[in-house]
């Protein structure tokens, strides 16, 4: 692993709310000492690359390995282990290192899978260490198979994000990736239907879904959240997060309009 990269910021309640308000309104409006919800650390010490820091895709040069040629990047997922709660309030040093790098072949051709690690400190104990994995992938890479799935579960929640949603959380998080914003270049240069929801803003749909069903005081912390990405989400169609709760934890499947399964996520209390 690489040399890690350390920031430090105090956790405002105002990138919170500001994803509280678009995404989930029906939690209380947040008070200094109160729990940040478990992932909404990913609101915070947002993308700072300056524009020639930027890739022509709008992601950032810094956090990629070095050497990679290829030129679309995607979210595939992310592993993360909740130490204790984070509070509004909270000084936080988050340090950032690059991690595991892995290069295979496959039906979309070269891929190189790498992998950022996460870690959110407080009085310089760790509170959240998190797993961020990245895919780069050949120009004009064919998606993978599509998988269908049933979109039931003892919860459902629903949601259609438009165009407002994916500019707000491309504000919150400053990311420039031009899938999520520019239609010619996600339709011309990477080959895609339309605007593509954020995966980290599918993760936090997900997670906010799993742990709605503390219902309305304040929420546990799980000890584990495990999400993967399968296939893409396009802005103006409705998402489907189906819960499934069991005595250790819960899973939840994001299901696309026309059926297909997008992500998978698994908490273990």
Known sequence: MGTAVSRVQRIDPAPANDYRGTFAPWLPEPSPGDPL????EGL???FAAGMDGLRPDGTPLGDAPPGIDLPRRMYAGEDTVFHRPIRFGDTVE???RQGRVTEKNGRSGRLVFADLER?????????????WHDVFLEEGAPPPP???????GDRCHRLTPDPRHLFRFSAITFNTHRVHYDRCW???VEGLEDLLVH???TRLLMLDAILSGDGPGPRRTPARCSFTATAPLFV????????TDGADGARAVAVAEDGRLAAEATVRW
Request: without cysteine; aromatic residues 10%; proline residues 14%.
């Open 94 to 96: 988050q340090r950032v």
């Open 37 to 40: 919800p478990p992932g909404w």
């Open 146 to 152: 599509a998988r269908r799935a049933d979109p039931a």
């Open 236 to 243: 103006d169609r409705e998402i489907t997060v189906a819960v």
């Open 119 to 131: 870690e959110y400190l407080v009085d310089g104990e760790p509170a959240v260490q998190s797993t």
């Open 199 to 201: 995966g980290p803003l």
């Open 44 to 46: 915070y010490f947002p």
């Open 186 to 188: 996600a339709r011309q």
